[in-house]
């Protein structure tokens, strides 16, 4: 496995056959190794890449402190067989500041754009970024992160992109709680709370298919419940899966999408009903 940090060398390597593209921030677990293996189904050959965007963090979160486990990173990868990790600095893909972005829809002002202003254009502008430079065949982005999912899928079908956006399921600890680098967070007892948000989330699922529609009092239904449990939640909502938007009544292809507080660990969690 090749490890490169510089664009050129990267450019080298990428000619011949497919790519496909696992981007990460690292601090890797199973969810995403999991992307790395459905990656494999799509290109003959797999890449990732490892930086912690900071364009996408908004003032007081945890830029500083998102755990960076680089060489433990590196390992995982190499033994999934990946063949190039892509392991630039800032200074590399952003050599000066910033001032032509990705500026998305209205679509990243709501949900997790609502309480994070600005995040869906850092995380935008570096994955149009991260493209150019490995210019993959396909990239691979985890359903944990829905509404990010659909904005890169819909940045590369607007503009163009020769890539293909391919989406992997969840993957879970055996008590529902999705993987994710900031669980790591949480102390021994919100550990034990924290898949309250997934079941919050469930009986919002059984309720729509037992036939509920109101599905703004659904929403805070389930933010009640959280709230009584010790969370502080963001948000609960019913969307649309085709494209998040609010649903109407006949719609049948829904997403139930949260995101809440537990301590100081923020959480994110979505289920398809």
């Known amino acids: 496995m090749r490890v490169i940090s510089d664009i050129a060398a990267l450019r080298t390597h990428t000619a011949g056959a497919p790519l496909a593209f696992v981007p990460t921030m690292g601090n890797l677990h199973e969810g995403h190794l999991s992307l790395v293996r459905l990656a494999r189904q799509h290109a003959p050959r797999v890449a990732a890449s490892i930086f912690v965007n900071r364009l996408q963090f908004v003032p007081g979160e945890d830029f500083e402190r998102y755990p960076r486990t680089f060489d433990s990173d590196c390992e995982k990868l190499a033994a999934e067989g990946v063949e190039l990790v892509f392991a630039p600095d800032e200074g590399t893909l952003y050599p000066e500041p910033q001032l032509y972005v990705v500026e998305p829809p209205p679509l990243a002002n709501e949900l997790e754009g609502k309480f994070r202003p600005r995040f869906f254009q850092g995380v ?71 898949p309250r948000l997934q079941r919050v989330l469930q009986h919002a699922k059984a309720r729509l298919a037992e036939g509920e529609r109101a599905f703004d009092a659904l929403g805070r239904e389930a933010m009640r419940a959280l709230a009584a449990a010790g969370w502080e939640p963001d948000y609960v909502e019913v969307r649309r899966r085709a494209d998040l938007a609010a649903p109407e009544r006949g719609d049948t292809q829904l997403v139930v999408l949260g995101a809440a507080r537990l301590g100081g660990t923020r959480l994110i969690d979505n289920v398809e009903a």
Not at 143 to 161: C, E, S, W
Not at 175 to 185: F, P, Q, T
């Open 124 to 194: 935008s502008t570096v994955v149009l970024k991260l493209f150019n430079c490995v210019q993959p065949a396909c990239a691979v982005f985890g359903k944990k992160d829905y509404q990010q999912l659909m904005i890169v899928r819909d940045m590369v079908r607007q503009l163009n992109l020769p890539i293909a956006i391919v989406a992997g399921e969840t993957l879970r600890a055996p008590d529902g709680l999705a993987l994710s680098s900031r669980n790591g967070y949480l102390s021994a007892s919100e550990r034990a709370e924290a």
